[in-house]
């Protein structure tokens, strides 16, 4: 075929595609599509606002189901399984180990592992949906200070500031300002939340404040700054703790290690550990060993954030 016929079934395959797309569309986005390319140029310019519109909706609708809503609170998908599947890589691994050692050990050992995963993937992300109240309520306290200092009344000064990071928390305390609720109350109410607890503060300062006259941004002033001693000491001890936490994490990967290492040499660990009665008992030794250990590093660890 020349190249003049290939450029012409190209351009047909083209025309037809487009013939196609304006049939399957409704008969007002046909409409559109027709003004916004052969209409006057107010309607192309409103035309070219309208999709700019769309497109930003499309995006906004796209981050939006990046995001979970769970238990543990707030994740961003990473990927096709993200967060929320994370724990299903531990399947394949398994089955390759199976695969590699021959045995159907590896297999089942990959569904525990994807169970204790999943937990602690849940209790990571509860963590940091904590934290992340935590940070919210320092914003709101801050946020709606600064609105009583430029002069609003409580009530705007917190319609004024949100309660963005809060959820539906916040969303009932918003509304309890807006349309004359029990804003101590919904405050109170928020406060139970893991992370939320300075709310309830707050919601001590505003009911003195309402009843009694008090000054409601110097005590939400006190409450923001001591909510941010705690969170800067907790970060600090974090930090502390970051070196033993990575000790304990080379620790448990040594195993592994080892095992690489024995396949390298041509030692055939996997076939000793899974096939021999002396590898079954040292892999059962071992992993308890191995549980026992990270288990007290992270009561260890535990205790000392608590503490």
Do not use: K, N
Request: proline fraction near 5%; glycine fraction near 16%; include cysteine.
């Amino acid at each position: 075929m020349s190249a003049a016929g290939g450029a012409a079934l190209m351009a047909a395959a083209l025309c037809a595609g487009a013939a196609g797309r304006l049939a399957g569309g409704r008969p007002d986005d046909v409409r559109r599509r027709a003004r916004a390319l052969f209409g006057a140029p107010g309607e192309r310019d409103a035309a070219v606002g309208w999709r700019a519109r769309l497109r930003g909706q499309e995006v906004r609708t796209w981050c939006a189901e990046r995001v979970v809503e769970g238990d543990a609170g707030r994740r961003w998908r990473l990927g096709p399984l993200g967060d929320v599947g994370r724990e299903l890589w531990c399947l394949p691994a398994g089955l390759v180990l199976g695969v590699l050692g021959g045995s159907v050990l590896p297999p089942l050992a990959s569904v525990a592992a994807a169970f204790l995963v999943r937990r602690w993937l849940v209790a990571r992300g509860a963590v940091q949906a904590r934290d992340r109240r935590a940070a919210a309520v320092i914003t709101l306290c801050a946020a709606v200070a600064g609105e009583l200092r430029a002069g609003r009344q409580p009530a705007q000064a917190l319609l004024a500031a949100g309660a963005p990071g809060l959820g539906a928390a916040g969303s009932d305390v918003t509304a309890a300002a807006r349309y004359g609720g029990d804003v101590p109350r919904a405050l109170r109410a928020a406060g139970r939340l893991p992370g939320a607890e300075g709310l309830t503060g707050m919601a001590a300062c505003w009911q003195v404040a309402v009843e009694g006259g008090a000054g409601l941004a110097c005590g939400l002033e006190r409450i923001a700054s001591g909510l941010r001693a705690q969170r800067e000491q907790r970060d600090e001890l974090r930090a502390q703790l970051a070196g033993p936490r990575a000790t304990a994490l080379m620790l448990a990967l040594l195993p592994v290690g080892g095992l690489l290492m024995g396949s390298a040499l041509g030692a055939d660990p996997l076939r000793v550990l899974l096939h021999t009665p002396a590898g079954w008992g040292c892999l059962v030794i071992g992993g308890l060993l191995e549980w026992g250990g990270v288990v007290w590093t992270a009561r260890i660890v535990a205790a000392a954030e608590g503490a």
